[in-house]
C-alpha cells in the first residue's frame, strides 16, 4: 500500500515537491549559468573597473598637469631654479622642478642628498650641464658632461603642455 496524504495536506505536499524540485531546477541553472558565462561576466566588470580605475587616475595627473604652477619658461631656466632651490637647501622648491608624478620620489632623494652631505657635490656636478637641445617637440635633453667632456648624465625636460612651463622628467 502506497502513503497518502491525508485530506487537506494533499494540496500542501504538491507545494512543498514543486518549491523543492523548483528550487533543484534554479539551482542547476544557476551553477552551469556561473560557469558557462560566469567568468566572461567576471572579466567584463573588472575590465570595466579597471578602465574607469585608470581613467581616474589620468584625469587625476592631467588636473596635477593644469594646474601646476612650477617649472621654467625654458629648460635652462627650469635646471637653474632646481640648482639654486639646492644651493638655498629648499628641498620642496627643488622637487617642485620635476614632473608631478615623480615629484614625490625626486623629494626623497633630495632629502637623501641632503641628509647624507651631498647637496654641494651634485650641484657641482650638476653645473656641468650644457648644450642641451630639444630632440622632439616638447622635449628636452641636456647632458652633464666630466672634465674629459664625457657625457656621464643626460637631464630630460619636457613641456607641460597646459602651462607651457619646463619640468624635469628625469636625472
Not at 24 to 33: D, M, T
Not at 85 to 103: C, I, M, S, W
Request: aromatic share 14%; with cysteine; charged share 20%.
Amino acid at each position: 500500500m502506497h502513503w497518502q496524504p491525508k485530506n487537506g495536506c494533499l494540496e500542501f505536499y504538491f507545494m512543498k515537491k514543486f518549491l523543492i524540485y523548483g528550487s533543484a531546477v534554479i539551482l542547476i541553472i544557476s551553477v552551469i549559468w556561473a560557469i558557462v558565462w560566469g567568468p566572461q561576466t567576471y572579466d567584463f566588470y573588472r575590465q570595466n573597473f579597471l578602465q574607469q580605475k585608470i581613467l581616474g587616475e589620468v584625469k587625476t595627473l592631467e588636473d596635477s598637469y593644469k594646474n601646476d604652477p612650477y617649472g621654467g619658461a625654458t629648460p635652462e631656466e627650469t635646471l637653474q631654479g632646481f640648482i639654486s632651490a639646492l644651493k638655498a637647501g629648499d628641498t620642496e622648491t627643488a622637487a617642485n622642478y620635476f614632473v608631478p608624478e615623480k615629484r614625490g620620489e625626486y623629494k626623497t632623494a633630495i632629502n637623501n642628498w641632503k641628509n647624507n652631505n651631498k647637496l654641494d657635490s651634485i650641484i657641482k656636478y650638476l653645473m656641468g650641464a650644457s648644450g642641451g637641445k630639444e630632440y622632439l617637440s616638447g622635449q628636452y635633453q641636456i647632458p652633464i658632461t666630466d672634465e674629459n667632456n664625457n657625457v656621464g648624465v643626460v637631464i630630460n625636460i619636457n613641456k607641460n603642455k597646459f602651462t607651457g612651463k619646463w619640468l624635469i622628467e628625469s636625472l
